[in-house]
């Protein structure tokens, strides 16, 4: 009998992106934030033939929302690369969502023209210009590898100094 864990081939199968929560489809029933289901509704209002807008992650939408203060490496949870994903407006009322870069924009931001003024959007006019840049951030698989490897190096060193500093005080005691 074949083992399902155990089979190369099935363990190379790509699985759906929805099973590993990588994308998902916003409506006012499913939406994980309301807040930034509302907003992205208001835009694509605002912005009537526009299907595509790309924006910064709203707490909790696709990495973790809290970070316990407790964490060894706080400061640095919080000080990581963002998080940019891509909103498809399906319908009226239906996105759809996916990450699709982690860094520092290297686009123009304009701050203003989304409902949400913490929120960046860039400055594009048009979904053309929203699709030539996916084209971009698939050249650089999406993410700035430098400043993340420079974040993940800071968040490894914090673990390990917590670390650390835990074994040193149960020797004390």
Request: hydrophobic share 40%; net charge negative.
């Amino acid at each position: 009998m074949i083992s399902i864990q155990r089979d190369p081939y099935i363990n190379s199968l790509t699985p759906p992106a929805f099973s590993l929560a990588l994308m998902r489809i916003d409506t006012a029933f499913t939406a994980l934030s309301d807040g930034m289901f509302q907003s992205d509704r208001e835009w694509f209002k605002q912005h009537g033939k526009r299907r595509l807008l790309i924006r910064r992650e709203g707490i909790g939408e696709f990495d973790p929302a809290i970070v316990p203060q407790s964490h060894p490496a706080f400061n640095v949870c919080i000080d990581k690369p963002p998080l940019h994903v891509l909103v498809m407006r399906l319908m009226p009322g239906t996105h759809f969502l996916v990450p699709v870069y982690r860094g520092a924009a290297f686009w123009q931001e304009l701050r203003g023209d989304y409902p949400q003024s913490h929120i960046c959007v860039p400055a594009m006019s048009t979904d053309d210009e929203v699709a030539n840049l996916l084209i971009e951030t698939q050249r650089c698989n999406g993410i700035d590898a430098q400043a993340f490897k420079d974040w993940f190096y800071r968040y490894v060193n914090a673990v390990q100094e917590s670390n650390q500093l835990s074994t040193s005080a149960e020797m004390v005691n």
